[in-house]
């Protein structure tokens, strides 16, 4: 997506803070294909990557959402499948960087990447996995600044001004 850099002529810059987010849902079931029963745990991931053409970088992953987890150890009869459901998650993270990145005319682009993983500890790689999941994700930035200030002259000051010259000019011209 595109971001607006922030325009100098409104003002000095004090701060930005560029918010990340991110969210994903995703249904998980796994089925033993062993012929024996099978002592597991499962946990699946989604990391999220973004890219900045402003010069900005974020942590690697800048953060991730929990996609599936069987929530510790189960057992799995042989030919069992145990649905997990549907897990929604979200995840954000602030971006602070330094301010001369973000200050130019036009835009600047923020994209971003996902990328899942699982884990199984024990299961003997005999758990199948079948896992769909949908996930997005954006940013939205906002800028802290001092505004400049230009004095423009009021109308009302002006024409008292000149109301005031005036009645100096007929003084003057009475006493002479």
């Known amino acids: 997506g595109l971001l607006p850099l922030f325009d100098i002529s409104l003002g000095t810059l004090n701060s930005v803070t560029l918010t990340l987010v991110g969210n994903s849902s ?31 970088s974020v942590g690697t992953p800048a953060f991730t959402t929990t996609l599936a987890t069987t929530g510790g150890f189960t057992t799995l009869a042989s030919g069992a499948t145990l649905n997990l459901g549907t897990t929604t998650d979200s995840g954000s993270a602030v971006v602070t960087g330094p301010l001369a990145n973000f200050i130019g005319s036009g835009n600047f682009t923020v994209g971003c990447t996902t990328l899942s993983g699982s884990t199984f500890n024990g299961g003997g790689a005999n758990i199948q996995n079948v ?46």
């Open 26 to 56: 995703s249904t998980t079931s796994l089925t033993n294909a062993a012929a024996n029963p099978q002592f597991f745990s499962f946990q699946s991931i989604l990391n999220y990557f973004f890219t900045f053409s402003n010069g900005v």
């Open 131 to 176: 896992q769909n999941t949908t996930a997005n994700c954006g940013a939205d930035i906002s800028y802290d600044y001092t505004p400049t200030i230009t004095r423009v002259p009021e109308p009302t000051a002006l024409w008292l001004l000149g109301v005031g010259l005036l009645g100096l000019a007929g003084v003057r011209r009475k006493f002479s």
